[in-house]
């Protein structure tokens, strides 16, 4: 193949090369540049003589600068890079930028759950919440056997998950930071997936009572049957009951319960909806060089469309956007959602200064491997994940778009770490996720699709029954950011349609993982 690399900016003083299995020293690009080092694929070449000290581009950003002289065709990696301090949070562009407005895109729809609530699930899944992982063995015992004996009388439901985690007990749940995790696993259990069906296995001693987890008022039952919300009960088993004798009771108890949802689940029917019913979550994991070039830009696009069709897109990540804020802030709808991104920017810094690390802690070694010299080059490929779109509202981790009344791009403030990142999307109310990946990771959830997107067309060849979309083609030539954007999109509707996804196929699932930024016990 040709030697080839791609510029992402014409002001930029780097390039990565494209060919899989890198390139070796003497390799000639098109242009007249000779390689002087052995490169990866998805490593910097240097395009020209870069002194001691230059300022090194790439995306028209400075992602660090040369710690000695190199010369034009050499590698150009970590560990020849001094990485520049974060922006401070002060004196950023507050709402400068107007993107253009964009041409709404309408009749596009999918073939969704229409919730009591207005929202609008994609699966149908009976979700049974605990207050406590002491429970998590009785609840996956139940789950077995209400899959063996009850689930196939119900064949309108997709689906049993036990939403199991560590938190509940053993936790300073007076904390003010405690409010994090008990708010992520309430919503999560209001995500449209699990069609306002809320059931609750509890132990009974636990710090995280039901009633804390979820107070009169904010239990969402699709039929109330004549019943104000206030006098709607909740619906717990609680295996210290006294009337529980042997574990076979407890079971009993949970299937008994399980039966009452599962009938009214088993109504629930696809409707057509609007594409403007999505709520998409965009993150990335296991990244590399190719993740800013190929699937995230596609995925900006989607993103895009996504948003012209009404749809309602976050993205997230605080340590992969903290470096570029300035463009973020910027692009808000106003200067309160601007000032909201400096919040959670701000509270994040303190939050990993309390570790004594900064946001460079995200990078990992696979990420360095893959081309991705420190956290500046990562956030500025993933950032493109937002698309080009306004920046109408942020939520802090934990908190649900409903609750909050927001529509469009959305910030949704979570760590980068996968797990947490989906846990705190779920609980905002997504029904469906987008997922790039350049290393490759199987990641998948039981709650929600996941789509996942390829960064390379090595990846995608190798992991052809894991990866949903190619976007390695981008880099071949062979279809464009705007090909696999719109590929994308028909996609997610015909998934948000029931259409399985890879990992849905092989029943991948990752744990549900609470950020809890609170003390433990
Ligand atoms: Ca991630």
Request: aromatic share 6%; glycine share 10%.
């Amino acid at each position: 193949m040709t030697p080839l690399f791609i510029l992402m900016h014409e002001a930029d003083n780097v390039a990565i090369v494209v060919n899989d299995g890198g390139l070796p020293s003497g390799a000639v690009f098109a242009n007249g540049l000779t390689l002087v080092d052995k490169v990866p694929q998805g490593h910097k070449v240097a395009l020209f003589d870069l002194p001691a000290g230059a300022p090194v581009r790439r995306y028209n950003v400075v992602i660090g600068h040369t710690l000695r002289d190199i010369p034009a065709g050499s590698w150009v990696h970590e560990r020849l890079l001094q990485m520049p301090p974060a922006r401070a949070l002060t004196g950023l562009p507050m709402a400068t930028v107007k993107p253009p407005s964009m041409v709404p895109l309408d009749g596009y729809t999918f073939d969704g759950y229409r919730n009591a609530d207005g929202s609008v699930g994609s699966r149908n899944i009976l979700a049974i919440t605990t207050t406590v992982q002491c429970v998590a063995g009785v609840v996956e015992f139940a789950v077995q056997r209400i899959k063996a004996e009850l689930l196939p009388l119900y064949p309108n439901v997709d689906d049993v998950v036990g939403l199991e985690h560590t938190y509940g007990c053993g936790v300073a749940i007076d904390a003010p930071d405690a409010v994090i995790p008990i708010r992520t696993l309430r919503n999560i259990s209001r995500n449209p997936n699990f069609g306002g069906e809320v059931m609750v296995v509890s132990l009974g001693c636990e710090k995280l009572q039901p009633e804390r987890l979820m107070p009169p008022g904010v239990i969402p039952i699709t039929d109330l049957r004549g019943e104000s919300q206030d006098e709607v009960k909740l619906d717990v088993v609680c295996l210290q009951d006294d009337a529980h004798v042997g574990f076979m009771s407890m079971i009993d108890s949970v299937m008994r319960q399980a039966k009452v949802h599962l009938e009214r689940l088993n109504q629930r029917r696809r409707e057509t909806c609007p594409a403007s019913e999505l709520v998409v979550g965009v993150q990335c994991g296991g990244s590399d060089a190719f993740s800013g070039v190929t699937a995230n830009p596609a995925v900006g696009f989607a993103t895009d469309l996504l948003i012209r069709a009404g749809a309602t897109v976050m993205f997230s990540e605080v340590t992969e956007v903290r470096d570029g804020i300035d463009q973020l802030t910027s692009r808000a709808l106003n200067t309160d959602v601007a000032e909201a991104m400096i919040r959670e920017m701000d509270w994040y810094d303190r939050y990993l200064e309390k570790g004594l690390v900064d946001r460079s802690a995200n990078t990992t070694p696979g990420n360095k491997a893959g081309g991705l010299s420190n956290i500046v080059e990562k956030a500025m490929g993933s950032i493109v994940k937002s698309g080009s779109s306004v920046i109408s509202g942020v939520l802090s981790p934990g908190q649900s778009v409903r609750e909050q009344g927001l529509k469009g791009l959305i910030y949704a403030a979570t760590p980068a770490s996968d797990f947490i990142c989906g846990t705190l999307q779920l609980a905002a109310g997504m029904n469906l996720h987008i997922f790039t990946t350049g290393r490759g990771t199987p990641y998948g959830l039981a709650e929600c699709p996941v789509i996942k997107v390829a960064t390379r067309n090595d990846l995608a060849r190798r992991w052809h029954d894991l990866m949903d979309i190619n976007a390695g083609r981008i880099a071949s030539g062979e279809a464009s950011i705007e090909d696999v954007g719109w590929e994308l999109f028909r996609l997610m509707l015909s998934v948000a349609s029931g259409k399985k996804t890879w990992a849905e196929h092989w029943k991948l699932r990752n744990a549900l993982v609470l950020f809890n930024p609170a003390p433990v016990t």
